[in-house]
Structures are given as C-alpha cells and as structure tokens.
C-alpha cells in the first residue's frame, strides 16, 4: 500500500501564510475559528487567494519562534521525567 502524503507537504510557506492571514481576516469579521478555516482553505483550493511571492519576515520569525518553542517544550518535558508519561497517554485509546 503507498503512503499518503499530507496535503500540508504539497502547500509551499507563501500558500501557508495567504491561509494564515485569510483566517484572521475572517476571523476578525465575526466568523468561528473551524468556519474561518474552512473557507480559507476553499479560497485556497478554489485559487481565491492572493499568494506572496516570499513569506514575510514577521511569518518567519513566528514560525521559528514556535520551532523553538516546541523543542523548548520537549526538553522541559524529558528533563521532567514526562515524555514517557506524555507517550503513554496519547497510545491509550
């Protein structure tokens, strides 16, 4: 059986971004956060959006600082003794 790829992998930062900020827009008119994606991502499916040629500095920055974050997280977490604990909670069903 082949391995099916995430769409996520398919979308280049620039079509992230244009995503990104078409939610907050969306959101910021009233719309719920599960309604505002939606429609973003039917914009972006239905070629609706504006794509940037780079991604901007402040998409770059954030997206670096929640890598950092996150690693952040995993080492406090190991240090703790919870990564096992973390890793056993989310097998169980």
């Excluded at 996520?8 to 505002?36: C, F, H, W």
């Excluded at 959006?49 to 500095?57: E, F, M, V």
């Amino acid at each position: 059986m082949a391995k099916q790829r995430s769409k996520s992998i398919d979308r280049t930062p620039q079509e992230n971004e244009a995503i990104s900020d078409k939610v907050e827009v969306l959101l910021s008119e009233g719309y719920e956060m599960d309604q505002a994606t939606a429609i973003a991502f039917r914009m972006y499916r239905d070629g609706e959006l504006s794509i940037p040629a780079k991604t901007s500095i402040e998409y770059r920055r954030q997206r670096t600082k929640k890598k950092s974050l996150l690693q952040q997280m995993k080492e406090a977490a190991e240090f703790l003794g919870l990564d096992e604990f973390l890793q056993n909670k989310n097998t169980r069903k």
